[in-house]
C-alpha cells in the first residue's frame, strides 16, 4: 500500500491576491431553529472578537517586554560574557555584530535555536555536518575558524547599540586582525560591514584630503547629506597588510567579506538565499585552503592598510595559568584517619603586559576544598 503525499506550492506573486485567513476560520455549531446565515453570522462575530482580544493581548504583551528592556542593561550578564574563539593563522574569523541574551546566557556562540550560523557553516563547506553551538568552544582547534563580535555586550535587539558605539568598537576589532592574522574576516551582518566599511572610508578621506572632490549641492546652494555607506555583499574592497614575517619573510594581508545576519529575525534574506549564499562564500575559503592557494575574486580596486600605521589599541597578552594540586590527609593524634581529606590547590596566574619592559603581575591564589572520605 503506497503512501501519498501532498507538496506545497504556494507562490507570492505581487499581482495574485493574498489568502484570507478568514477562510480557515474554524466553524461554530449551530443552534437548533437557526439558520446557517444566523450561524454564519455569529460564528463570525465570535472571531472577530476572539481575534482583537488576541490582538490587545500580543500588544500589552510587547509593551511589557519594551518596559522591561528599558530598566536597564542586562549587568547580570556582564559587560562581556562571551570569550573570543580565536588563534593565530585562522582561516577564517567570523565577526557578528553582539551577542544575544540565548547566547550571554549560556555563554556558547550563536545558541540561539533560531540563529542558522551552524547551517551556513555547514553549507559553505566548513563544517562535515550542523554542529551543536557547544562546538563553537573548539572551533579554531578544530577546522581553523575563530568568532568574535564587534561589540561584546549583549542585548536582545541589534538596535539598542548605538552608531557611535559601533564606530568606536572598529579599531580593538582591527586589532585582533593585526595580532593573530586571520585569511579572511566574515562579518556576519550588514551592519557590521557597513561600521568597518565606513572606517576605511574615513581613513581614504582623510588621507587624500587635497584630492577629495567638493561636497555637492543642490540648486538653492545648500549642501547635500552624503549618501549612506553601505556594503555589498562579497569581498570588500579594503584589506589589512601586515608586516613581513620573521619566519618566512612574507607578507600577508587579510581580506574581508559581507555575509548576511545569521539570525532568524532578519527577513531580508530568505533562508535559501543565506545559505546560497554561504556556500558562494566557501568557495573563496576553498581557494585560500588549497595547495598552493588559488587567487581570489577580489575587486579591481582594493586597497591595503598597513597595520603598523594603523592607531590601534594595545590589546592585553594571553593569561598563563598554572595549577597544582596537593592531596593532604587530615589525622587525629593517633595518626588514623579523621575521616576528610582536604585538597589545596595553588593556582598561579600570570598577566603579560603589552609595554615594552614592563614586568608581568603574577597573582597566586590558595583554594581549600573539602571532601568526605569514603567509609
Known sequence: MSRRTTRSTATFASDEPLLSLDSFTRPTKRLRGQSKEQSHREGSASADSKLEEEVLETKAASKRRAKKRRKGDYADLGDDPLTDRIKEGLDVLFCGENPGIKTAELQLHYASPHNHFYKGLHAAGLTPSVLAPIASRTLPEDYNIGITNLIARPTIEASELTKEE?????????????RYRPKLVAFV?????DTVLRYFTNLRQSGSSSSASPTPTDTKGKAKKPPPIKAQIGLQNYALAHPTSDSTGETTATYFYCLPSTSGRVAAYPYPVKMQLYATFGLEVAKLRASPPRALALPADVVYHEAEKLELPALPRAVKVESETVKVEVREEEDEVKGEVLLVKTVS???????????????????????????
Open 349 to 375: 596566574v600570570v598577566q603579560e603586559d603589552t609595554e615594552a619592559g614592563s614586568e608581568g603581575v603574577q597573582v597566586e591564589e590558595t583554594m581549600l576544598v573539602k571532601l568526605e572520605a569514603s567509609s
Open 189 to 193: 551582518g550588514m551592519k557590521v560591514a
Open 166 to 178: 559601533l564606530d568606536a568598537a572598529v579599531p580593538k576589532l582591527l586589532a585582533k586582525v593585526a
